[in-house]
Nanobody, 115 residues
Framework: QVQLVESGGGLVQAGGTLRLSCAASGIRFSINAMGWYRQASGKQRELVAV???????DYADSVKGRFTISGDNAKNTVYLQMNSLKPEDTAVYSCNVRGVTRNYWGQGTQVTVSS
């Protein structure tokens, strides 16, 4: 059974930093990509950052230069370093792992940035 366990969310002031972690267990397939998505209240879920199996990364324009995604293949873990946080970054952040035909989500972790 695949499980994604996220940690690192919380309340931070604008300009602060947080580091999210997502550890995947029960993986029995080749991972194509691991990523972070977020959903703010009343808005659709959006991609924040993704790291592909080859190491390439992609970011939403709104977080480029502030957020960094990284992964530990041996541990099936993905991290999201979030710097210079803004109130508009407030959302539930969810981890995603996908293979060719499989797609799994974590339960989400709340990130709240106060002004």
């Amino acid at each position: 059974q695949v499980q994604l366990v996220e940690s690192g969310g919380g309340l931070v002031q604008a300009g602060g930093t947080l580091r999210l972690s997502c550890a995947a267990s029960g993986i029995r397939f080749s991972i194509n990509a691991m990523g972070w998505y977020r959903q703010a209240s009343g808005k659709q879920r959006e991609l924040v950052a993704v790291i592909f199996s080859g190491g390439n990364t992609d970011y939403a324009d709104s977080v480029k230069g502030r957020f960094t995604i990284s992964g530990d293949n041996a541990k099936n873990t993905v991290y999201l370093q979030m710097n210079s946080l803004k109130p508009e970054d407030t959302a539930v952040y969810s981890c995603n792992v996908r293979g060719v035909t499989r797609n799994y989500w974590g339960q989400g972790t709340q990130v709240t940035v106060s002004s």
